[in-house]
């Protein structure tokens, strides 16, 4: 028995996964491309999560609001008319999403129960980045000193945590693998 066909399943995933990672980040590289950097247009899921944040700020009784950057792709983020941080193409998430789902791909079962799991884990992270953002933008407002705390360990240690988590269910309880190794 060869190398390949002893270690199928390995091989496997790891086919699946790499493939559904690059064709994403293909299909995100092509999204983010019909904005004119040379202007320097954000864009649209960006500004989305941007307002939303803002939005969960001002309805936990604080003031937010956010205003387009001069010569970037990015928004400031304002908390109590106090600028914060700035929001960039990063802090969407769609990485964290594409990386999440990638996985889910490479143990997928059914189309159908992959694409429910896909979705709802996509919904649950960019619902998670809202709140995130909104109190990493209150979290600077309030306690500014802790600010290389908050955005480079807590908050991606909670959104790679929620990930990781998402992950160990799909394999253990939902994906049904864990009932085909036991048969």
């Known amino acids: ?7 199928r399943a390995f091989f496997l995933f790891l086919l699946k996964f790499g493939g559904s990672y690059l064709i994403l980040s293909v299909l995100y590289w092509a999204y983010l491309s019909q904005y004119d950097a040379a202007t320097f247009e954000a ?7 941007a307002q939303q944040a803002s939005g969960l700020v001002n ?3 604080e003031e ?10 990015s928004y400031f983020f304002f908390v ?6 700035r929001i960039v193409e990063g802090c969407n998430a ?3 999403m594409i990386l999440f789902v990638a996985f889910i ?4 079962t059914t189309f159908k129960r992959t694409s429910i799991y896909s979705i709802t884990g996509i919904v649950l992270l960019h619902l998670l980045n809202i709140a995130r953002i909104a109190l990493l933008g ?4 309030y306690y500014n000193e802790y600010g290389h705390l908050l955005h480079d360990i807590v908050f991606p240690l909670f959104i790679y945590g929620v990930v990781f988590a998402l992950w160990i269910a799909w394999v253990m309880k939902f994906s049904g693998n864990k009932k085909k190794d036991a048969a």
């Open 59 to 61: 309805f936990l009784g």
């Open 138 to 141: 209150l979290g600077l407002f």
């Open 105 to 108: 791909i490479a143990f997928s």
């Open 1 to 7: 028995m060869g190398v390949v066909q002893k270690n």
């Open 64 to 73: 937010s609001h956010i205003e387009k950057k001069p010569f970037e792709a």
């Open 43 to 49: 864009d649209s899921m960006t500004h989305l999560v």
């Open 94 to 96: 769609i990485s964290v």
């Open 80 to 85: 109590n008319g106090k600028r914060v941080a």
